[in-house]
C-alpha cells in the first residue's frame, strides 16, 4: 500500500474530544499535539514526526532487543514507583567497567553526545496503549534513554520527535532491530518468538510482568503445540508461509531459535547479557537441566567454546558425575594451561593475514581457480587500484616469507641444541633468563 493510500491514523479517545486542547483521557499529554497530527499531515498518510514530552512515554517491555536499562529498573519506571532520571542515576552508579551493560551505557553516552552535536536524525516510534492509554516506544529506546541523558546533564530536552501510530506493530521493531545493531542471539529468540506469537493474534500483556517466569512465559508460549495455545490440532494454513516473508528467515532457523528459550529463566538472562552464540546455547542445553545455569556460568567465566562445553554436558550424563566434577576440577585449577580457552589480542600481522587468507578462498571459490581473468578484469577497471593492490600483496608476501623464514631456524635451533650439555649450561650468562 502506498503511503498516499495508507488510512490516517486513529488514536483512541482523541474523536471524543471537542476542544483542541486539553488532556488526553488517562495521559497527562496535551491533546493539541495530536490535533495536529491528525489534521495537518494527510499527504503523508497520516504519520508526521512531532514533540511529544519525554515524560508521558514509556519503554516497551516486550521486544526483542530487551531494553536498555535492566529490566527491574524499567518495571519500576512503568509502574511509577520510581522516576526516568531516578532510574537512569540507580543504574549509571551501579555499572562495573567491562561488562555488557558499562558497554551498553557507552553506547549510549556517544548517541547522546551525536544528539547534542546535530540533533535527533530518526525520530521514535510510538503508539498508545488501547487499554492503559499511555504511549509506548515501539522502536527508538536507545535515542529515547540518550534524550533522559541530556535532561540529566542539562534540564532541558523535555520532549522528542517522535511518529504515532494507531497500533503496535511489531514487525517495525523487527524492521529497526535488523537495521541498528545485530540483536545477541536470544534477542534474536525473543523477535521470533514476538512475531510468531503476533501472527496468531497473540499480544503482550498491557501491565508489566511481576517475575522473570512470567517476562519469559509470554515467549515461551511460542514453544506450546497449536492445541493447547489455540485449541486446535493445526497452526493456520499458510501460517509459516507468511512468517518466513516477514523475517526473511525459513522455518528451520526460526525453530531453532525458539527452542533455545528452554533455558531456565535466570540462564536465559546471562546468555542475553553475554551475547553467547547459537552454538554455545545449543551445547548448555544438552546438559541435565539441573547444571544448565552452571554450565552457562562456566560458558562466561571460562569463554567455552561449543565442542568443551557439549564434552562436559556428555560427561555430566554419566552415572556418578564423579568424571565431571574431576573435569570441573581441572577447568577451575589448570595445570599449565591456563589460557587453553582465553581469548589472546592476536598480533596485526596475523589478523591481517587471515583476512587475505579468507579473501583467496573466496575468490578461488567464485573464479574457480582462474585468477588471470580475474587480474584482467581488475586492471581493465581500476588500474590505479590494481598496482596498490600489487603493492600490498608483494609487502605481504615478504613479510610472510620472513616470519617462515624465521620460524624455520627456531625449529632446526631447537632440534640440534644438546640437551643439558654442560657446554651449553657454561654459555649461559648470569643474567640469562634460560
Known amino acids: 500500500m502506498s503511503k498516499k493510500n495508507r488510512p490516517p491514523v486513529s488514536i483512541p479517545g482523541l474523536d471524543d474530544l471537542e476542544q483542541e486542547s486539553g488532556r488526553l483521557p488517562g495521559s497527562s499529554i496535551d491533546t493539541h499535539y495530536l490535533h495536529q497530527i491528525s489534521k495537518e499531515h494527510e499527504d503523508e498518510g497520516g504519520f508526521i514526526a512531532s514533540e511529544y514530552p519525554l515524560a508521558v512515554i ?13 529490566r527491574s529498573l524499567a518495571f519500576e519506571v512503568i509502574r511509577k514507583t520510581t522516576s526516568h532520571l531516578e532510574a537512569l542515576e540507580t543504574w549509571i552508579g551501579g555499572l562495573v567497567e567491562g561488562t555488557p551493560e558499562h558497554d551498553e551505557y557507552l553506547r549510549l553516552v556517544s548517541l547522546k553526545e551525536s544528539i547534542r552535536s546535530v540533533g535527533l536524525l530518526h525520530p521514535i516510534h510510538i503508539y498508545m496503549d488501547a487499554e492503559t492509554k499511555v504511549f509506548r516506544i515501539l522502536a527508538g529506546e536507545r535515542r529515547y534513554w540518550a534524550f533522559w541523558l541530556l535532561r540529566m546533564e542539562t534540564g532541558e530536552y523535555e520532549s522528542i520527535p517522535a511518529v504515532i501510530h494507531a497500533e503496535p506493530s511489531r514487525f517495525l521493531q523487527i524492521t529497526e532491530n535488523e537495521e541498528v545493531e545485530p540483536l545477541s542471539t536470544i534477542g534474536r529468540a525473543r523477535q521470533v518468538a514476538i512475531a510468531y506469537l503476533e501472527t496468531l493474534g497473540i ?125 570441573l576440577r581441572d577447568l577451575e585449577n589448570p595445570r599449565g594451561d591456563e589460557n587453553k580457552y582465553k581469548r589472546r589480542q592476536r598480533p596485526p600481522i596475523e589478523v591481517q593475514m587471515t583476512k587475505m587468507f579468507s579473501t583467496f578462498r573466496a575468490v578461488e571459490k567464485v573464479t574457480g581457480g582462474d585468477f588471470r581473468g580475474l587480474a584482467r578484469l581488475i586492471v581493465a577497471n581500476k588500474p590505479k587500484e590494481a598496482g596498490e593492490l600489487c603493492k600490498q600483496l608483494e609487502a605481504a608476501a615478504t613479510a610472510l616469507r620472513t616470519e617462515l623464514a624465521a620460524a624455520t631456524e627456531e625449529d632446526t635451533g631447537a632440534s640440534s641444541a644438546p640437551q643439558g650439555s654442560e657446554a651449553n649450561s657454561a654459555d649461559r650468562g648470569p643474567g640469562s633468563n634460560l
Open 58 to 70: 514509556e519503554p516497551d517491555f516486550y521486544q526483542g532487543r530487551g531494553g536498555v536499562l535492566p
Open 203 to 327: 499480544l503482550p500483556p498491557t501491565n508489566p510482568p511481576a517475575s522473570e517466569e512470567e517476562y519469559w512465559g509470554f515467549y515461551r508460549q511460542a514453544l506450546l503445540g497449536p492445541e493447547e495455545l489455540l485449541g486446535q490440532k493445526r497452526l493456520p494454513d499458510n501460517f509459516w508461509a507468511q512468517l518466513e516473508e516477514k523475517l526473511s528467515m525459513h522455518r528451520v532457523s526460526m525453530l531453532g531459535f525458539l527452542g533455545l528459550l528452554r533455558l531456565p529463566e535466570t540462564s536465559l538472562h546471562q546468555a542475553d547479557k553475554w551475547r553467547l552464540n547459537q552454538s554455545q546455547i545449543e551445547a548448555v542445553l544438552t546438559a541435565p537441566e539441573d547444571l544448565q545455569e552452571k554450565f552457562i556460568d562456566l560458558a562466561v567465566s571460562h569463554l567455552l567454546p561449543a565442542p568443551e562445553l557439549k564434552r562436559l554436558a556428555r560427561l555430566a550424563s554419566m552415572p556418578g558425575r564423579g568424571v565431571f566434577e574431576a573435569a
